[in-house]
């Protein structure tokens, strides 16, 4: 099983709309959680952390599920330029760990 | 923000020759740098672990002898790849935390670098 899996999508949705994307992850023990978002040809950027709690940023809230080790990002009104790849992304727990990244959701917002 | 700054962003080169990338962490210091690699439509792979001041760590399959990481200093790592090849072409990726920031998680990433081998 790999550590953190994703559906690659391609997710094909309208303006306005809502989207949601799942992520699982293998490590019981993992401590931290995060949502990347990655354009074409760039680095990935930090759109999110997920609090166990659940945590709203704007259009964009995260869920964590600890029991079934399943993490959520839900954007509420796509827009345009929410088009990329979303990367989920665990990190370890123990010490200066590099983070493990899915595979990635590609989004495209059509108009 | 932590600024992680990377060069060059894009280098073609021929087959056989050696191709250094640099990852400089501008504003904050960092012990351990990241490199990842990404090939088209995948995901992000950590090759290796680079440590200021000691020997890198490399993941299994990633061959330490073609992909040289030395980390001189608390703001710069480098990446050498060695006798490229084609297969080699991919996106490159560096990576790193502030120091006193270990346990905060984030990565703050370098722009990174296409590397095209002919």
């Known amino acids: 099983r790999k550590e953190v899996e994703q559906d690659p999508g391609p997710f094909n949705v309208p303006e306005g709309a809502t989207v949601a994307f799942n992520c699982t992850y293998s490590?019981?023990?993992?401590?931290?959680f995060f949502w990347y978002r990655q354009d074409c040809r760039k680095e990935p950027k930090l759109l999110m952390s997920?609090?166990?709690s659940g945590n709203e940023d704007g259009r964009f809230t995260a869920q964590l599920n600890r029991a079934s080790q399943y993490i959520s990002l839900l954007i509420r009104d796509s827009k345009l330029s929410d088009s990329a790849t979303y990367l989920c992304?665990?990190?370890?727990?123990?010490?200066?760990?590099?983070?493990?990244f899915g595979k990635g959701t590609r989004l495209s917002v059509i108009a | 923000g932590a600024v992680v700054s990377q060069h060059p962003s894009r280098v073609i080169c021929k087959s056989g020759t050696s191709v250094k990338i640099e990852c400089r962490s501008l504003?904050?210091?960092?012990?351990?740098m990241f490199w990842y690699r990404q090939f088209p439509k995948q995901s992000l792979m950590l090759m290796a672990t680079?440590?200021?001041?000691?020997?890198?760590?490399?993941e299994q399959g990633v061959e330490k002898d073609k992909f040289l990481i030395n980390h001189a200093s608390l703001t710069l790592s480098t990446l050498t790849v060695t006798s490229a090849h084609p297969e080699d072409s991919s996106f490159y990726i560096c990576?790193?935390?502030?120091?006193?920031?270990?346990?905060?998680?984030?990565?703050?990433f370098g722009e990174g670098s296409r590397l095209t081998v002919l």
């Open positions: 990576s790193a935390r502030d120091v006193r920031g270990q346990n905060t998680g984030e990565l703050f």
């Open positions: 490590n019981s023990a993992s401590q931290s």
């Open positions: 992304v665990v990190n370890m727990p123990i010490g200066n760990t590099p983070l493990v």
């Open positions: 504003d904050f210091q960092a012990t351990t």
């Open positions: 680079s440590n200021e001041g000691s020997k890198a760590t490399y």
């Open positions: 997920v609090y166990s």
